[in-house]
């Protein structure tokens, strides 16, 4: 239920909000080959929850109020029993295929780093031939590689490999760009002769899989020597600049292959020589000289992600190197385009092989499983208005009546660019309930809210699709809590709750987001908790909110939140993952899943994230979303190294070996991007991927009956969490 006036959501404390995935998929999704009927004045789309009128042939707007008539072709047939499909309650989301509306088929342009080893290189190499092989032949395909200097290659001549090389310290406009080229700009006078230049560097894959393959395999790392003390010259800042001029402005993936720190020319990122370290959290908060070009980078990347988005580009990012090579710089151009992002230390890995193979995955019907040029527009009741959006989208800036005055995230608009969106892509919509007016009682409209978010995205197939979600959720009775705890989502509540979190971590130091962390959760659970004054026993959650304290504070110990430890390209990649997973995902980034296998049970047993649980004779597989790691006890390693699972007569100790193992396959082949499985056990270094994510309820200084070892933390035991919470609620309920 949603609050019923502005007295009442301040008081309800939780954001008021909802996620959103526009491409989930769904087992009913009906799928229709018409246009859609909007409303004449409000644009929205006909609904299952419109005010029908049979004799006028008309549907009054529950958005806006407006009657609109039916078209003919709808007015000759509706009836009570003879409604068309998007009248249908079942059919509350539809997606329509927009007739006449054929574009061309998106492209895929590669950015290759030649500034690795001959290993990582041939590693790239590798994955690009393979992942060609599932991308359909009509799809048009680039190749840019770069060092010191851009090269972009030619695809259509055949001969021998050819390219153009541009300077890398040395920023370039779209318009330089293609006048170096000799491709057409807006308004070439040149004509259909320069429009056709562009086909020498941008052609179909079934006319240049020749072409390209040679040029892969000729490609060679870097030449130039480069000193023990100092980096390679990368020039990665005007290497995009070139990829984004380049590509067609009418849908296209530029997926960027980056080994190292850009360090010449625009969006440097560090200095050429070793001994000036990159930038970490201690010296952008003091501002010191190692960060002098991280506010110019930021900026620089920025506007391109700003210029991508306007010529419906994608940006994915793929940085596998051992050091930071500058992502907290150029994440803007993943997150406002709808790009992927993914970091680890070697391209020659299985988790970027395992990676970069899903891009290229397929639907049943055989289409890429992803779309282009998104956008999304929310309607929402007369009652409710919109403060904004977090996630991977630019605001388009459409005002009207419906924009709250406070902003959140992307605000200030009901409409929003995504440009790339797959079946995980997950927006996070706020809201607020305006106020009454001077000398007003603020009286609601309608005893219901409704929301209708509008996707329009560009299917691989070329077509334009338009997805419609229409929800109605009931307004909360103002003269009591009781419609509010049976309608509170705690999941969706902790998700919109980090989301918002981390924008805040934009502008504000982590100690002061957990203070706000802190102080929401103490209001929330005031509120809301059944409880005497100063009495701690009396103290009861209702089911509804239980589990919401435990998410919070797995949230506050994490890297979403937390910068100890942590990188800034480390912490910007955590946080870009949780912004755009869906709810089931993000959830086990905050709260891991940890699963434990025993001779006792042969089937795997959901057990609570605690280091109690990491006993001598179990095997635990605890799943981050970014590592699955499975852990062996004690006893369970030396039988191992002992050799009895090759011993028929152990055959539950293989059995029992190859259980999480099988887990943990399973896992890797749904997910994207790949994560990196760990196998570690008891006094392994590895194995602090499970101890710096467990509850510390023993600890090895206080109880020496704990199982795992050696175990100091400094972080509160979420006992007693919990009891200073319960504490502080029961004591001061004001």
Known sequence: ????????????????????????????????????LMCQKCQAVLNPYVNLDFRSKSWGCIFCGTRNPFPRQYAENISETNLPAELHKQYSTIEYTLPTQQTASPAFLFLIDLCVSKEELQA?????????????????????????????????????????????????????????????????????????????????????????????????????VVPGDERALRSTGTAISVLEALAPQQGARLVSFIGG????????????????????????????????????????????????????????????????????????????????????????????????????????????????????????????????????????????????EVEIGQGGTTGWYLGGLDRNSTLAFYFDVPAAQAGKENVLTSKSAFLQFVTQYKHPSGQLRLRVTTVVRPFADPTNNYALVQGFDQEATCILVARLGISKTETEEPAEV??????????????????????????????????????????????????????????????????????????????????????????????????????????????????????????????????YQNDPEYESFKQLLEAPAEDARLIVEDRFPAPNIVNTWAGHGLERLIKSKVNPSSNAAENSTCQSGDFLSDDASLKMFMDHLIKIVVTNPT
């Not at 080229?181 to 079934?206: E, H």
């Not at 506050?556 to 709810?583: G, H, K, L, M």
Request: aromatic share 10%.
């Open 1 to 36: 239920a949603i609050p019923a006036n502005k007295l009442v959501a301040t008081r309800a404390i939780a954001p008021i909000g909802c996620l959103y995935t526009p491409m989930k998929d769904l087992e009913n999704l009906a799928l229709v080959e018409y246009k859609p």
């Open 124 to 224: 790239v190499k590798d994955s690009i031939l393979q992942g060609i092989q599932f991308i359909p032949p009509n799809i048009n395909i680039g190749l840019i590689t770069f060092n010191r200097y851009v090269f972009v290659h030619e695809l259509a001549f055949t001969e021998c490999p050819k390219s153009h090389a541009l300077r890398g310290d040395k920023e370039y406009l779209p318009a330089q760009v293609h006048e170096f080229l000799g491709i057409a700009s807006r308004n070439d006078p040149r004509g259909a002769q320069a429009t056709g230049a562009v086909k020498k560097f941008i052609m179909p894959l079934s006319e240049c899989e020749v072409a390209l393959t040679n040029i892969l395999e000729d490609l060679q790392p870097d030449p130039w």
């Open 261 to 404: 720190p850009c360090t010449m020319g625009p969006g440097q990122v560090v200095g050429i020589k070793l001994e000036e370290t990159i930038r970490n959290f201690v010296d952008l908060q003091k501002d010191n000289d190692n960060c002098k070009f991280y506010k110019k980078a930021v900026k620089y990347y920025q506007t391109l992600a700003q210029r991508a988005s306007k010529s419906y580009q994608v940006i994915d990012i793929y940085g596998f190197t051992l050091d930071q090579f500058g992502l907290a710089e150029m994440r803007a151009m993943s997150e406002k385009t709808g790009g992927y992002m993914l970091i680890n230390e070697m391209y020659n890995s299985k988790v970027f092989k395992d990676t970069f193979k899903k891009v290229f995955d397929k639907d049943a019907n055989g289409e890429m499983r992803y779309g282009f040029n998104g956008e999304i527009t929310l309607h929402t009741s007369k009652d409710l208005k919109i403060s904004g959006c977090i996630g991977q989208c630019i605001s388009l800036k459409k005002a009207g009546p419906q924009v709250a």
């Open 514 to 643: 957990l203070r706000w962390l802190d102080k929401m959760l103490i209001r929330l659970v005031t509120k809301f908790a059944n409880y005497k004054k100063d009495d701690m026993q009396s103290f009861n959650m209702p089911k509804e909110f239980a589990l919401y304290p435990q998410f919070i504070y797995h949230l506050r110990r994490s890297n979403f939140i937390q910068t100890v430890a942590c990188s800034p390209d480390e912490s910007a990649y955590y946080r870009a993952a949780i912004c755009r997973e869906n709810v089931t995902n993000s959830l086990v980034m905050i709260q891991p899943a940890l699963l434990m296998y025993t001779f006792d049970d042969p089937q795997p047993q959901p057990v609570m994230l605690d280091i109690e649980n990491m006993k001598n004779n179990v095997i635990l597989l605890q799943d981050t979303f970014f590592h699955v790691v499975i852990w062996h006890g004690e006893h369970i390693k030396k039988w191992k190294d002992a050799g």
